[in-house]
């Protein structure tokens, strides 16, 4: 029987849970809230943060996974592609995973590579405070590895700004490696969304 590791059981997840058990796989969840729906379903749980990487790297050799998923879940994506890359399992590179799962990164690769981007700047928790706003108001606030619009603001002036640092500061950021906090350029405009599937992709 193949044995799957999935990162994350809340309610939007469990659908992954599910699905993998109608296929015969054995699943095996890590979460890190101890009241999580998705342990109900799972073969198996750790009560395990989703963003610990060596932690989610030993739980997969003990458990001799086949696979890891990350399903619906940002700040576990990286976490999945380091372990699937030290344990040679289908994934997408750990490096391209993580430009896309940071914001400051993936603005920086924007840049570099020719593609029109928001003017950004990023701070180290909330040294923000003490400097001027170097783009014009207003500007968006976030977190660089936060996910779902959580920790986004939209400000007006310099003590809106101090106000959404405050609120959303270093204890609320998903990850302790990861303390950086973005704000760029207000742009209005209409909002739209890609969706994309694969089947049988090839490298």
């Known amino acids: 029987m193949k044995r799957l590791l999935l990162l994350g059981g809340s309610a939007q997840q469990v659908v992954a849970i599910k699905t993998a058990k109608k296929m015969g796989i054995y699943t095996i969840l890590c979460d890190y809230l101890p009241d999580n729906p998705g342990q109900f379903y799972a073969d198996k749980f750790y009560l395990e943060s989703t963003t610990n990487k060596e932690k989610i ?65 990023t701070y180290i928790d909330s ?7 170097e783009l014009d108001f207003p500007v968006i ?36 490696e990861c303390a950086d906090i973005l704000y760029f350029s207000y742009t209005n405009g209409t909002k739209g969304y890609i969706k994309a599937n694969t089947e049988k992709a090839r490298k």
Do not use: M
């Open 57 to 121: 790297l030993n739980i997969a050799r003990d458990e001799a996974i086949d696979g890891i998923v990350a399903y619906a879940s940002d700040p576990a994506a990286p976490t999945a592609a380091y372990v699937a890359e030290k344990l040679k399992l289908p994934t997408n590179s750990y490096e391209s995973v993580c430009i896309l799962c940071n914001k400051d990164k993936f603005r920086e690769f924007l840049k570099f590579n020719g593609f029109n981007t928001p003017l950004s700047k």
């Open 141 to 176: 606030v976030k977190p660089v590895d936060s996910s779902g619009s959580k920790g986004v603001s939209i400000v007006s002036d310099t003590e809106n700004l101090k106000n959404a640092i405050a609120q959303y500061g270093v204890k609320n950021f998903n990850s302790a």
């Open 127 to 133: 040294s923000v405070i003490d400097k001027e706003c």
